[in-house]
């Protein structure tokens, strides 16, 4: 006869294997997770560690870490990722796992979506050239109709809808990443992204504005992450980059740069408790937007962003309205790459209230410390222990001896979730090259030991 412990575990196997197979019914694959109660737990099953940012708030973030066998998948293609995710709005808990790199197009390219819709960047160029449609209205019309129905097709294939209660992540070793698609967080709770590489986001069909500006801008959609009206969020050790295209390689219309980016990682329409860590942000122009207007909700927006790397950022690192930020320990790399020239790190404006201390700014010859702060005049940025190359510097000091528009030092708040807060950024540039990123996670959630 078996012993006791020989049926339990005999149990657990079988189990196990009831689930896979239900799930792989399905079309997916579930990850069983069985556990010794003395193990490390798994990269999927991982919290958000207490204290650590905003998104520790109240109930903290879990994610899908209480998902059960059935709801813990293995994705590798655009399809078997939009089933996981399912088709709309959901509290059961999940855990999906990317394997490998996911091309969100799925061998569709623009001409594929324009197909049928009667749309041509020729005929649309044609339409609403300045000189013809004037400056004073937003394109409307037969061809406009057309782009957006383009859009909608691109759209459907690209726009991967997050509910609540999951882990995003990526299986560690396998590249694992998202190419060319927009992962949006849209009035969920609870959710976390993980160890994974955005790549190539790209619009197809950028809109012409004319009233945009003094000059008119080309505006595209689909960040790579979008948070709308989402709270509880960690999103940690990603890598968001435009490669293979860059903004370099754009054709330029009606005299502006034809921009088929939007943002890297947006926090929005009322987004709150958001915790951003140990991402690299590289080779990108409007990178991280946190409130959507000078309107935005107010009492929300709050947000931590620690430990990130920001190389060959152009702005927006972050742009900030209204909420209450916390910016420590990242470094910023201001060094031109792939065509990305820095022109501020982090904006302050619309009443923002930002804690930026003990960050790092490694500056190339071509910056000054008076440009790597921005603001509307609204905006406050508090805090200390900031370097440049180094050397400790005020940075507000330095902007305000530079701009009209001041910016105060008084903010309305003081953070205490403060996790890993280190009170020399001198170690920063070195520190984090080794340990930021999509890649470097083991799947006992730890980083990999650097080698070298």
């Not at 949006?184 to 790549?199: E, H, K, P, Y």
């Not at 972050?318 to 501020?344: E, F, M, V």
Request: charged fraction near 15%; hydrophobic fraction near 35%.
């Amino acid at each position: 006869m078996a012993s006791p412990t020989h049926r339990r575990s005999h149990r657990r196997r079988r189990t196990a294997l009831i689930c896979s197979a239900a799930v792989g019914a399905a079309g997916l694959s579930a990850v069983p997770f069985v556990m010794n109660a003395n193990a490390a737990p798994n990269l999927s099953r991982q919290t958000l560690p207490a204290n650590d940012g905003w998104a520790a708030q109240g109930s903290g973030t879990a994610g899908g870490s209480k998902a059960a066998d059935a709801q813990v998948y293995t994705v590798s293609n655009r399809a078997e990722l939009a089933k996981a995710l399912g088709s709309g709005p959901s509290t059961t808990p999940r855990i999906i796992r990317v394997k490998g790199t996911i091309d969100a197009n799925g061998g569709s390219r623009c001409a594929d979506y324009a197909a049928g819709t009667g749309y041509s960047l020729s005929a649309y160029l044609k339409a609403y050239d300045p000189s013809v449609w004037g400056r004073s209205k937003t394109p409307s019309g037969k061809q406009e109709n057309a782009r957006q129905a383009a859009r909608a097709k691109q759209a459907k294939n690209i726009v991967f809808r997050v509910p609540s209660n999951t882990t995003l992540v990526g299986v560690p070793g396998t590249g694992a990443g998202i190419k060319g698609g927009s992962v949006m967080v849209q009035g969920a709770d609870n959710v976390i992204i993980r160890n994974l590489t955005f790549s190539a986001t790209e619009d197809c069909f950028p809109q012409w504005d004319p009233t945009d500006g003094s000059k008119g801008e080309w505006n595209s959609a689909y960040d790579s992450v979008t948070l709308r009206g989402a709270t509880h969020v960690w999103a940690d050790h990603n890598t968001f980059t435009d490669a293979p295209t860059y903004d370099s390689a754009s054709k330029t219309y009606f005299g502006r740069k034809y921009q088929v980016h939007d943002g890297a990682l947006d926090i929005t329409n009322g987004s709150d408790l958001v915790t951003v860590e140990r991402n690299l942000f590289t080779s990108h122009d409007k990178t991280m937007l946190i409130g959507s207007s000078d309107s935005d909700s107010k009492g929300k927006l709050r947000v931590t962003i620690h430990h990130n790397v920001w190389k060959g950022i152009a702005q927006r690192a972050p742009l900030a309205r209204l909420g209450q930020i916390h910016i420590y320990n990242n470094h910023y790399d201001t060094t031109k790459l792939n065509g990305y020239t820095h022109q501020y790190s982090v904006n302050a404006r619309a009443k923002a209230q930002i804690v930026a201390e003990h960050n790092a700014w490694t500056l190339s010859a071509d910056r000054r410390p008076a440009q790597l702060l921005s603001g509307d005049g609204t905006g406050a940025v508090a805090g200390g222990g900031n370097t440049v190359n180094g050397a400790v510097t005020d940075l507000v000091a330095a902007h305000n001896a530079a701009h009209s528009k001041k910016l105060s030092t008084a903010v309305n708040w003081t953070p205490v979730l403060t996790a890993g807060l280190q009170t020399s950024a001198r170690n920063l540039p070195a520190e984090l090259a080794a340990t930021t990123g999509a890649g470097v996670l083991t799947d006992s959630g730890a980083a990999a030991t650097p080698k070298g």
